[in-house]
DNA sequence: TATTGTTATACTCTATAACTATA
DNA sequence: TATAGTTATAGAGTATAACAATA
């Protein structure tokens, strides 16, 4: 609504369709391969990984949905699959009572682990084989572009706004 | 399996992880427009599209299933909803009874249009916006490159063997 | 009053397997 | 026997709204 296009032409089209077919094929792909090593699905293993990457492995709840994008009640009911799982832990934060922190535990670590390597051989097969260094290095600079770009406009998503709840 | 890669480098960790979040982000931001305009999920809204692209409107179930990627009973599934909508027509085929032919209705069409026009919107505020146009040829060029390379090698996901069934 | 998180609930979607019918 | 599609069913995931507790 606050664009003015009218149309794409055929190279924006063709950027678009590759975008939405490639990462629907790779993220089937992997999800595939996570669930054969770890049974974990895809959010699951985001989840875990941005855990492994935060330092101590611990974060809170709001922080960790950060970049994962949904909403609340769906990361509580994967932070509950995880917890009974024992891939992590849920306890009250110390500084707001309000908050959760959730933290990796040891088996969580060997999940990611063990999920880890056929990952990056999936990525390595699917994703990267058929493209040279310069394309990589171009592919991440263009993403890396719209990536910020995305994160400085949110897309209003979640508007508190009540809906018509149209025709049904 | 047939990769010997142990890792990715950042660049290459970058390229991946923006695609993930920027497919992500986009796709969330067109399901929403969808679901606002026509009341379509993005799976609804592609095979319409797809369909509306077919010349006369009208493909094989198996050949729409091609490239929107599922099982055969969720597109079973898909094709009765939007049927029952009335925005396509299933139809057994002429040369070979076994098929079915699916068929945009006026009214399917009417859908696709009244959303493309705030489709169109979306990609171009959340996505093309930080892109040059040297931007976008490299992408669609290198998108492309991965597309075709994953359509010929399908990522023999539906292994028909038997799972272990893990702890649950 | 605003924020953090949980619960209950309803719904959409997807996958599996068994099945029918035609080639 | 292989292909095209449907059905039944079960399960995972997500969103909404109402709620409780803390800031």
Chains 1, 2 share one sequence.
Do not use: C, W
Request: proline letters at 3%; aromatic letters at 6%; charged letters at 25%.
């Amino acid at each position: 609504m606050t664009s003015d296009r009218q149309s794409l032409d055929a190279i924006e089209l063709g950027a678009y369709f590759s975008l939405i077919e490639t990462s629907s094929l790779l993220k089937h792909a992997v999800e595939q391969q996570l669930k054969d090593a770890g049974d974990l699905s895809y959010v699951q293993f985001q989840l875990l990984a941005t855990l492994g990457d935060a330092g101590d492995g611990s974060m809170r709840m709001t922080d960790l949905a950060d970049g994962v994008v949904y909403s609340r009640s769906g990361l509580t009911y994967q932070a509950q699959v995880l917890e009974q799982r024992g891939l992590v832990t849920r306890s009250p934060s110390a500084d707001d009572e309000r908050s959760v922190e959730v933290a990796l535990t040891d088996a969580g670590r060997e999940v990611l682990a063990a999920v880890f390597l056929g990952h990056i051989a999936v990525l390595g097969d699917l994703f990267f084989a058929p493209l040279d260094r310069s394309d990589i290095e171009s592919l991440a600079r263009i993403l890396g572009l719209v990536r910020e770009h995305m994160r400085q406009n949110p897309p209003r998503s979640a508007a508190p706004r009540a809906k018509s709840r149209g025709t049904r």
